[in-house]
């Protein structure tokens, strides 16, 4: 489990020894079931979690309705950094779609990381570029594209993903009724045929 963590951040910085056994140190082991949230909008985050296994959708309450804006899969990192940053409530939710296994880190933990090693500070900046790149493209999609296109976009981006998220959560992210869905996928279907 902490392998796929130090891969990942090795990527970002060749890590020594004391700063391996620091990472596995401040990293504890976490599950979500199915269905239970990582995050509620209007708590704090406390955690920021490394998926190793399993899918989360990120979502909000728009118009009486839930509105998905991201999925995430393993390895990669997940959180409202906002909210973990600043102790502020979130406004976002973080929700198991399926089992998930993670490993996860609180805010104290993470300072210390920076403060202590000489490669934490690029590497949680080069996690934060990562996830802003995502934040600027989830809103240019919202505002560019057509859901024909944000569907397109999402097959593009989820590609992998398709058959382990619901249709409903599509519609969701997509930004139309299921029904309307099934019109999109045939008319993308012919599209490709």
């Known amino acids: 489990m902490y392998a796929q963590l130090l891969k990942i951040l090795g990527n970002f910085a060749n890590l020594d020894e004391y700063e391996t056994e620091l990472i596995k140190s401040s990293f504890k082991p976490h599950s979500l079931l199915k269905g239970e949230f990582f995050l509620k909008e209007g708590t704090v985050c406390k955690n920021v979690g490394f998926l190793y296994k399993g899918l989360v959708r990120y979502f909000v309450h728009?118009?009486?309705e839930e509105s998905t804006f991201e999925f995430t899969c393993e390895g990669e990192f997940i959180g409202d950094y906002q909210s973990f940053r600043n102790?502020?409530?979130?406004?976002?939710?973080?929700?198991?779609?399926?089992?998930?296994?993670m490993l996860i880190i609180d805010y104290p933990k993470i300072q210390n990381i920076y403060n202590t090693t000489n490669n934490g500070n690029l590497i949680g900046r080069?996690?934060?570029t990562h996830r802003f790149e995502i934040m600027v493209n989830q809103i240019l999609e919202v505002y560019m594209q057509n859901h024909e296109d944000r569907y397109t976009s999402?097959?593009?981006?989820?590609?992998?993903?398709?058959?382990r998220i619901p249709q409903y959560l599509i519609a969701s992210y997509v930004g139309v009724k299921p029904e309307s869905l099934s019109r999109i996928r045939r008319r993308f279907a012919k599209n490709i045929s």
């Open 62 to 64: 728009k118009d009486g």
């Open 87 to 101: 102790a502020s409530l979130s406004v976002q939710n973080i929700q198991a779609i399926e089992d998930c296994e």
């Open 154 to 163: 999402f097959i593009d981006k989820y590609y992998g993903l398709t058959q």
């Open 126 to 128: 080069q996690i934060i």
